[in-house]
């Protein structure tokens, strides 16, 4: 079956629907996702949406764009993170008048809370003076991206959007530097739909169902990676995944950095607020990717709490906090603790661990989310991306906390007015004669395939792979392993077999093709990693431990070549006001 609409936005998250807001009426907009709307993973950011509004105390989008800056281990593109934190004022009062119940002070003002990373200099005048944390964060209790999803995902009922919930897409009909639309598997009756399009927007999400423990939902398997990059579209930076210091112990589920925002404290099996010694300024609201390191170099310093089953994890103390804001402000990530680890946050301590989190590489775009074709800036004709699937780059090589969210409907709303201009003069081109044909082949051959192995074993092996080698610490050794092993078990790949032969919700087909494109992002993860020799944000090298600005302060662009193999180019980083200078909190 073929669709025609003038825009096909394939991701029902935060950035997808806010880009689906700007869509007029006179205008036909579709949006497809592999699960409902509601259940997109913007619906599990908890903590909060940032914004100098400085409605509680001074505050100022300059001094929120140098945060972002040093956050990113000045990898970030500052002209574009000018853009956001410029805009993020008028976005929040634009999704207050949308509907969003944003969490009141006494006084009836949008509250804020502090979260890692955010901060103002003790003195106005000087930018180098000492920097504290700054309430910048706005929140809806611990549940600000549900409450964010909800009032978007109504937005788009009342203007009209069509939805196609639980359609697989599974290619990206790209052809001659031209979108045409895109591929998709009806999940109910297993019919492959051709969408055809003026535009495509991908807000696909990202690829932490790389790693075994990770806060990311199940369907975060890097699809818009390898839908893009099997089309000649590179990949900008990879290498930087951020895990998160606080994901359940065991579980990954994310404890959001708001706990720590009203006062949390991490502590090791001595009692100590270890963090103190890591961050002696900011202590518990360092950046992630500091709090995570600090977390792992203390359990390997013989300093983490064993658990019962041998592994080790950190405390998260809340207990000195008033029952009233845990229960009320932390509602949802204290009901995670007493229900899947049978913890009494207001007793005890939280068992925590790192986890992985947020992508901050993806598909290249400009300011205005239309997708980049190469490192030289040219752009793609009707593609756009946002949120984490794109790569702006606002977050460098380590996002902040609540610049997730922003990101999303700062560059959402941008893409989607881009995406109107577009539409203005734009024709729909033909569709190539094999458009589908990839899907179809593949479908009857997993369906074909008498025996071979599941694919549980593989995804399992390369989970565990990436996590150990690939993971918070890392070496050229380690990597290259993983590298090796990675292409063993993409060979493997092409011998799996699957149990479910029919049609109607055919769940076995879908997670062989995710499958497939977790271990392609895995690899291009790896080889980007390996050729990035420093430390610099989420990626640290113990073999390579110091940031070199020297070889290193450029993006990283990874490209499918001929023979299939990753080939790396690079792209000089946008410094507009701050020159790198070593972090410290």
Partial sequence: MTHTFDVVIVGAGGAGLRAAVEIPANYTCAVLTKVHPLRSHTGAAQGGVCAALGNLEEDTPEWHAFDTVKGSDYLGDQDAIETMCNDAPRAIIELEHMGMPFSRTDEGKIAQRQFGGHTKPVDPNDPDSKRLPVKRACYSADRTGHVMLHTLYENCIKNKVNFFSEYFV?????????????????????????????????????????????????????????????????????????????????????????????????????????????????????????????????????????????????????????????????????????????????????????????????IPTDSNARVLRNASGETTVGFYAAGECACVSVHGANRLGTNSLLDLIVFGRRGGKAIVEFLKSATLAPLPNDAGEWTKKTVAELKGRAKGEGCGAIREEMQNLMMEDVGIFRTEKGMQDALNKLENLRERFKHVSIDDKGSQFNTDVLEAIELGNLLDTAMITTTCAIARKETRGGHAREDFPDRDDTNFLKHTFASKSANGSVSLDYKPVTITKYQPKKRVY
């Fill in 170 to 362: 599974t290619e990206l009909i790209y052809e001659d530097g031209i979108c045409r639309g895109v591929v998709a598997i009806d999940i109910l009756s297993g019919e492959v739909n051709i969408f055809h399009a003026k535009a495509v927007m991908f807000a696909t999400g990202g690829d932490g169902r790389i790693w075994r423990i990770t806060s990311n939902a199940h369907v975060g398997t890097g699809d818009g990676f390898i839908l893009s990059y099997n089309k000649g579209i590179p990949l900008e930076d990879m290498e930087f995944m951020q895990f998160h210091p606080t994901g359940l112990w065991k579980l990954g589920i994310l404890v959001s950095e708001a706990a720590r925002g009203e006062g949390g404290i991490l502590r090791n099996k001595d009692g100590e607020r270890f963090m103190e010694r890591y961050a002696p300024t900011v202590k518990d609201l360092a950046p992630r990717d500091m709090v995570s390191r600090a977390i792992i170099t203390e359990i390997r310093e013989g300093r983490g709490i064993k658990g019962s089953d041998g592994t080790y994890y950190v405390g998260l103390d809340l207990t000195h906090l008033d029952p009233k804001i845990i229960n009320e402000k932390l509602p949802e990530i204290t009901g995670f603790a007493r229900t899947y680890l049978g913890v009494e946050p207001t007793k005890e301590v939280v068992p925590v661990q790192p986890t992985a989190h947020y992508t901050m590489g993806g």
